[in-house]
């Protein structure tokens, strides 16, 4: 029902939603369901610009997923971190996050995982105009996507590429 609301921009119902939930998670003492309200609740923060809010609460999600070994959630919590920072322009923690994802990815064997991961870590050294790093993480992206073989993933790839080529003029 809160991500119901958060589509239609119903905010404020949508985290008197989740505040619910995250009241009963607490009330059966459920950590991981814990985990994913405060990630539901930081997700909904950022969407409204409330940043210093949604890194307060990713960094409470990722205390719980670290203690409990939710290796996959605790890679997805890294990567919600690194957008935070990336939106505060901290770009050496969200490389950081960013780097963490991606170590866990590759513990996985997450080949999805690895290819998001690279592709961000690429969009970070964009925006700080290191054109040629950028695209050293996009070119292995695009080896990731290729074995993938998903056609958005491919496309996304080659726009950062397309970009980053753009920008650097040569």
Known sequence: VALIYHNLGN?????????????????????????????????????IDSIEKAEEFHLKSLEITRRLNLVSRTAQTYTNLALVYKDKNDFYAARKYLNEALRLHKQMDNKDGMMAATVSIGQIFLMEKNYDTAIEYFLEALEKSKELDVKERLMNVYGNLHIAYGEKKD
């Open 11 to 47: 905010f404020d119902k949508s985290m008197e939603c989740h505040l619910k939930s995250l009241r009963i998670a607490e009330e059966f003492n459920d950590s991981a369901a814990i985990s994913s309200s405060y990630t539901n609740i930081a997700n909904l923060y950022k969407a």
